[in-house]
């Protein structure tokens, strides 16, 4: 099944990856918000020298006025993965953004959050608190001098700091009752808790 990747906090959605085909050769992402737009039309960003440029609609590829282009060694717009060229939202999209929605409420800080579609209903694939261990993205709108700003997921995450007065990018809250106790449980007993449970959103 196609995978969901919401990036979240605070009960907020910054950005979607969608990852269509995976396990075949026509393996695919896009990059979208709640409202489905597109995100990725201008490459991906790292700050590692060894990517460059490519796979991108935007004039910024030769637009050297722009401050991140491919003559600039950090923050390059590189070709990290094959990008979607068609994608629709599935009917069900507005269950997967009301269940990333509250599921960020009830965690509150920075993370990712995979879930998937099967007959209509909602699974969860897992929950990630360092995606890509920061080090790349492919996110970015243009600014209104028509240059990629790769800085959307920055101020995101900043946002979260300064409501929270923390690093987290959203509130800490407690831990949820259902999973208390979690670290100290056999590997045999979390798996019986998870497949006995079902959680229910406030």
């Not at 282009?69 to 990008?83: C, H, P, V």
């Not at 800490?172 to 009752?177: A, F, H, L, M």
């Amino acid at each position: 099944p196609i995978d969901y990747k919401f990036f979240v906090a605070d009960g907020l959605i910054e950005s979607v990856a969608i990852v269509a085909n995976r396990g075949t050769s026509q393996l695919c992402v896009a990059m979208v918000d709640e409202n489905f737009e597109r995100l990725d039309a201008n490459g991906c960003f790292s700050n590692r020298k060894k990517y460059f440029i490519a796979n991108s609609t935007s004039p910024q590829e030769k637009n050297i006025s722009c401050p991140v282009t491919r003559y600039k060694e950090d923050g390059m717009i590189f070709n990290f993965q094959k990008r979607c060229s068609d994608m629709v939202p599935p009917g069900e999209w507005h269950i997967l953004v009301d269940v990333a929605k509250r599921a960020s409420n009830i965690i509150g800080i920075y993370f990712r959050l995979d879930l998937y579609l099967y007959r209509g209903r909602v699974y969860l694939g897992e929950a990630t608190f360092l995606p890509t261990f920061g080090k790349h993205h492919c996110v970015s709108k243009l600014d209104d001098k028509g240059c990629a700003d790769p800085c959307v997921k920055g101020r995101f995450w900043k946002r979260g700091n300064d409501a929270h007065n923390n690093i987290e990018g959203g509130p800490i809250t407690d831990e949820p009752d259902c999973i208390k106790g979690w670290k100290d449980m056999t590997s045999q007993k979390q798996t019986e808790l998870v497949m006995e449970t079902s959680l229910t959103f406030p």
